[in-house]
């Protein structure tokens, strides 16, 4: 790749995110020419156009997409100081799909932890609900599944009105912050205690099998080991079953005591 071609990179600084800080309080100048410095030496390395974006996501922090003669990246701004030796892990992970470079990155990344913006504050969490203690089921299955090891708070999610819903996110683990949150709309009699243990087995689950890097750079959150051990649970098919005949009870679109 000629000198100029790599000179025409296309930059995106901070691309979809109209709020984000400037990295290590640099001039926003001082960063465009640290990431056309990086846009270059990716293009060099690769042969070909690079399209670079500049982001402050601290969940994703590389991604893209290859197409021919053109590599489309979006990198956190900790990769605009990366040695020699990360940017070349990274032109061989995004633009020559070599996987082995992905644990060279992952370690940089982990070293590189400060540059992350801090997560927003969770708030208080309550486990003890109307008819669930999620505390209690999360410590039963940390003792059976997990040898104790899982390290989290959790509690009840927000009680949010919403119409015309079509699905619902019935738990979430924030990985950052080591916090599960189990949708409200479980709380409820109508709901067997064997589904909601196994909503928060679910979300342990995630801190077990941690989320890994697809062949596009976003993460995997449900890979092949967490299907697998998912699928182990005692309770699963159960679980599955019950969720597919009651969906429309946990959407609010049917009453407590209408017929499934």
């Not at 296309?10 to 001082?30: E, I, N, S, W």
């Not at 099998?209 to 976003?218: E, I, L, Q, S, T």
């Not at 182990?232 to 009651?246: F, G, M, S, V």
Request: proline letters at 5%; a positive charge.
């Amino acid at each position: 790749m000629s000198t100029e071609a790599a000179k025409t990179s296309q930059l995106d600084l901070f691309a979809g995110d109209d709020h984000a800080p400037t990295p290590d309080k640099l001039r926003p100048d001082v960063v465009r020419a640290h990431a056309e410095k990086l846009a270059g030496r990716l293009s060099r390395l690769l042969g070909m156009d690079v399209r670079l974006a500049v982001t402050d996501n601290r969940s994703t922090v590389i991604s893209y997409r290859r197409r021919p003669g053109a590599l489309a990246l979006r990198v956190h701004h900790m990769f605009l100081h990366a040695p020699v030796h990360i940017v070349e892990a990274l032109a061989d992970y995004a633009g020559r799909g070599k996987k082995g470079s992905g644990a060279l990155l992952d370690d940089y990344i982990r070293n590189q932890r400060h540059r992350l913006k801090p997560p927003r504050p969770t708030g208080a969490l309550k486990a003890r609900g109307l008819f669930y203690d999620l505390q209690s089921m999360y410590d039963a299955l940390n003792a059976k599944h997990f040898n104790g090891e899982i390290d989290a708070r959790i509690g009840w999610g927000r009680v949010t009105a919403r119409r015309n819903q079509r699905s619902i996110r019935m738990g979430v683990y924030l990985h950052d912050e080591r916090v599960i949150r189990i949708h409200p709309a479980l709380d409820r009699p109508e709901v067997p205690a064997y589904f909601v243990q196994f909503v928060v087995f679910h979300e342990m689950l995630h801190q077990a099998v941690p989320a890994a890097h697809c062949d596009d750079g976003k993460r995997q959150h449900h890979g092949a080991e967490f299907r697998k051990r998912e699928r182990a649970y005692p309770d699963y098919a159960r679980a599955i079953a019950w969720e597919k005949k009651n969906l429309d009870l946990l959407l609010g679109t049917r009453r407590s005591g209408e017929a499934a």
